[in-house]
């Protein structure tokens, strides 16, 4: 039996010599399993240390992880705002699931935004309407906290960026940013560049522009949608809609404010409906083309004295103030954005628009609550990573002029624009599928073509929703119109 | 039994030199283990490829009929997914019979029904006979059921009510599984399989080296030889064996190389299985071949004929791996650590781990491994018994 003996110890030593398979133990920082809301499956949860005392729980970190992990560099998203999460930004997830499969997705919430200590000022479900109790109800979270303030700003954000992307043991990273996230990736590129491979931004903020200056892009996408409007069949009865409209918005008092009917309740309202918060709900609407879509029978139904369609049309947007921060909002703004924009550019900017300052007003009236001191940024210096833009000609806020006329310092860079695209375009028709061939090879030029398939969604043309046929009442009008 | 172990070790190694060259020399018997040990990961990697091409690159070809009636419907329904084409008439059979996966018929009072809130009628089409029904009515529900929620969200609006009303919840789905999990339901036939792989390559070996080798008259040769009977049956496990494992170690190893090939991204699986887990399972295998060798090696020789064994050891052959089938399919829980114990199902357990790139635990192995090693010696012992019995060799 010896020779049996021996046998069996030699293959006892061949399974001890391959510990590897046997414990597949991973030496990596400590990961908790989480869930996001907009996304089933499981991610990896970190808490990254970063700064001292506020910030005793770190920053709230999730990866969704490749299925493969082929070492290809891995996506951050970065969110909007400023005051959105990154953990907002989940169900995203569902459009780059094809991304996903070889690159890991990380989701930073930066300080003071969402799982990392939401600075929100009470502000949780709603906005006061009244412009002025607002403001008083900000000037007191601003005094409880003005060292928190102070040093929230888009340095940081990205100092923190990188400190996550050494923590992860990331070597080179790509970024998505999404509206504000697209100006946070922008400085990461001016401070970190050895650190990026490439860039994805949808509905750019370039570093000099002043995208709070949103009177002109707002009417810019209003005056589209009218054209596009006057070109759908259906759409082109109602006329001058565009007219009614500055109408309506000139003709706004007190008893129309009190009276414009709730869309979520079905009682009289319990908040009137003011004049600017009026405009900046159309102007919400534009973001969306499914939402633009209704808002000419809307005007029309409400220039004929039923305000019900425009009711429902602000009553998609009753909550959607969730998830912006309003500290960090305010503090960011302020520092960044309002203290560069004169009184004569304001002017400028609101000129002739149905928004006039409304949108401006509302940042002007809080920052003087919130008296930050003034953080400019340098001139951005000439950058190659290859970058990936994408716009809608119809954006009511980061239009795709400022991504025409504001990048001339990046040397490699590709653009899709959305014909009556709104704002954010990425989870639309084919764009998925291009990002995640630009992340596999960033340098190599896209096929486009499939970008103008991507349409309008149909106007409302009555009270029964789009039109399914060519409209017959309009077609004498065309047809009269070719004579 | 009784020889002195100086001499047993000479004679063992000439004797298992013997079995092996036999074993290795008969080309039809390894010809036949290749082959299968190929054939498993080649149909696995195939039917894989082909299941996930059906069910994504498959566009849906649907023909629409009376599109006049709504040509909302051209322009909304058509996707990456869903090719629409419309046609002024047809027969749907035919249109069915022709290429198309639907006919989708607009009735000719659709748009007036529909301006006067009527919910007129659409006619859909469909072969569900057909491999690809499914599948194209997914597709087509995909994107009538977004232009549906439109049209019922622009009515709410038109009446003043919020469409996000008609959303008194949001269902959060959080799945609990991981990709190496979803992996091992794709996976999870392979263990069993490999295992059978075991019983198929050695089959043709162990009926020749027993039934065969008392049919040509040999066995009684080698038996007059001054040889214990424990050594004669060992050499030819070990011989049995060698061809067993060799073949599950091709089929593990063409598995591997296959994998790459296989889309399992695109269901959502990782490739986890690594080098060092590969020979792992080649490793676990060995005391499973050792077992399965002499078991059918010990019913070969009880059996009346070379016929007789070929038949007894096709059917033991299936069993075991029905076995594990149906424990895999009855969902028998089986994370209690003493399952691994039990030959055939710890090894299945071990190697369901490994291919989706979970650890395995070292003592449980050795200790799985050392209780599949002793039914191996009790069986030796056994058949060296057996071998005195002269009745054996009178059985043809």
Redesign the interface.
């Known amino acids: 039996m010896?020779?049996?003996q021996r046998l069996?110890k030699s293959?006892?030593l061949?399974?001890?010599a391959?510990?590897?398979?046997?414990?597949?133990?991973q030496e990596e920082p400590t990961a908790k399993r989480c869930?996001l809301?907009?996304w089933?499956?499981?991610l990896a949860c970190y808490r990254v240390p970063v700064g001292e005392a506020d910030n005793r729980e770190g920053l709230a970190v999730m990866v969704a992880?490749a299925?493969?992990?082929s070492g290809r560099e891995p996506l951050y998203l970065l969110a909007g705002g400023p005051g959105q999460a990154a953990s907002d930004l989940a169900p995203l997830l569902n459009a780059f699931r094809k991304i996903n499969?070889?690159h890991d997705i990380v989701m930073v919430d930066r300080r003071g935004a969402g799982r990392s200590g939401a600075f929100n000022c009470g502000f949780e479900r709603e906005m006061p309407a009244d412009l002025q109790q607002f403001s008083a109800e900000l000037a007191e979270c601003y005094l409880q906290h003005p060292g928190f303030a102070e040093q929230l700003n888009s340095r940081q954000a990205v100092e923190d960026l990188e400190r996550v992307r050494r923590f992860l043991g990331h070597d080179k990273i790509a970024l998505w940013g999404g509206s504000w996230g697209t100006r946070t990736a922008l400085l990461y590129q001016q401070w970190y560049p050895q650190s990026l491979r490439a860039l994805v931004l949808d509905g750019v903020a370039p570093i000099d522009t002043k995208v709070f200056l949103a009177a002109s892009a707002a009417e810019h996408a209003l005056q589209q949608l009218a054209d596009d409007c006057a070109a759908d069949s259906g759409c082109a009865r109602f006329g001058n809609w565009r007219g009614e409209l500055q109408q309506l918005l000139n003709d706004w008092n007190d008893t129309r404010a009190r009276t414009f009917?709730d869309?979520?309740t079905?009682a009289p309202t319990e908040e009137p409906m003011l004049r600017w918060a009026l405009a900046n709900a159309i102007r919400s609407a534009l973001y969306d083309p499914?939402a633009a879509a209704?808002l000419p029978?809307?005007v029309d139904?409400a220039s004929r004295g039923n305000?019900?369609?425009l009711?429902?049309?602000t009553?998609?947007f009753?909550h959607s103030s969730n998830g912006m921060a309003m500290g960090l909002t305010f503090s960011v703004a302020c520092a960044e954005e309002l203290n560069r924009i004169t009184p004569e550019e304001v002017a400028r900017d609101s000129a002739g628009t149905f928004l006039g300052s409304a949108f401006f007003d509302l940042f002007a009236t809080g920052c003087k609550s919130w008296p930050v001191q003034a953080k400019p940024y340098s001139a951005p210096e000439p950058r190659a990573q290859p970058v990936l833009l994408i716009s809608g000609t119809a954006d009511p806020i980061t239009p795709p002029v400022y991504a025409h006329t504001a990048l001339g310092y990046l040397s490699d860079k590709q653009d899709l624009v959305v014909r009556g695209g709104g704002h954010i375009n990425s989870r639309r028709g084919?764009i998925p599928e291009l990002i995640a061939q630009f992340l596999d090879a960033p340098d190599v030029p896209l096929d486009q073509s499939c970008v103008a398939d991507i349409?309008r969604?149909?106007f409302?043309v009555?009270?029964?929703?789009?039109?399914?046929?060519?409209d017959s009442q309009s077609q004498p009008q065309q047809a009269g119109g070719q004579l | 039994m009784m020889r002195r172990p100086d001499y047993s070790a000479a004679q063992m190694a000439a004797l298992l030199r013997k079995e092996l060259l036999e074993t290795w020399r008969d080309r039809r018997a390894l010809l036949m283990a290749i082959c299968f040990s190929l054939m498993f990961p080649a149909m696995l990697a195939g039917s894989t490829i082909f299941f996930v091409k059906m069910h994504t690159e498959e566009k849906t070809r649907l023909a629409l009929l009376g599109v006049d009636n709504a040509p909302l419907l051209e322009a909304q329904l058509r996707s990456a997914d869903l090719k629409v084409e419309t046609l002024s008439e047809g027969e749907p059979r035919q249109l069915l019979a022709g290429g198309y996966d639907l006919v989708l018929q607009v009735g000719e009072g659709f748009a007036s029904d529909y301006r006067s809130f009527r919910a007129p009628e659409l006619y859909l089409y469909v072969d569900s006979s057909s491999a690809s029904a499914g599948r194209a009515e997914r597709h087509l529900q995909e994107r009538l059921g977004q232009l549906q929620q439109l049209i019922a969200g622009q009515r709410l609006v038109a009446r003043g009510i919020a469409p996000q009303l008609l959303v008194p919840w949001k269902l959060q789905v959080r799945d609990v599984s991981t990709p190496s999990s979803r992996g091992a339901m794709i996976l999870a036939m392979v263990p069993g399989l490999l295992i059978l792989t075991l019983f198929v390559a050695s089959l043709a070996t162990s009926v020749d080296t027993s039934a065969g080798e008392r049919e040509r008259l040999s066995l009684e040769t080698l038996l007059l030889q001054p040889l214990p009977g424990w050594q004669v049956i060992a050499a030819k496990t070990l011989a049995v064996a060698s061809m067993g494992w060799l073949g599950s170690l091709l089929a593990i190893t063409a598995l591997v190389a296959l994998m790459p090939l296989m889309p399992l991204a695109e269901l959502g699986i990782q490739q986890a299985t690594t080098a060092a887990g590969v020979v792992t399972m080649g490793l676990l295998l060995l005391p499973l071949a050792l077992l399965v060798a002499v078991v059918q090696i010990l019913l070969a020789l009880r059996s009346q004929s070379f016929k007789d064994a070929q038949t007894q050891l096709s059917i033991l052959q299936l069993a075991p791996v029905i076995l594990l089938m149906v424990l895999d399919m009855s969902r028998v829980e089986l994370s209690d650590h003493f399952w691994q114990l039990v030959p055939l199902v710890a090894q299945q357990q071990w190697l369901k781990s490994l291919l989706v790139g979970d650890a395995v635990s070292l003592p449980w192995v050795l200790a799985g491994s050392l209780a599949t090693l002793v039914p191996v010696v009790l069986a030796v012992a056994l058949g060296a018994r057996a071998l005195r019995r002269e009745r054996l060799l009178n059985a043809v």
């Open positions: 010896e020779w049996m069996l293959l006892i061949m399974i001890a391959t510990p590897t398979a046997v414990t597949m133990a869930y809301d907009g089933g499956d499981s992880p299925v493969n992990s499969r070889e009917p869309a979520l079905g499914a209704q029978y809307a139904q305000y019900l369609p009711s429902g049309l009553g998609l009753a084919c349409q969604p149909p409302m009555a009270a029964y929703g789009p039109a399914v046929t060519v």
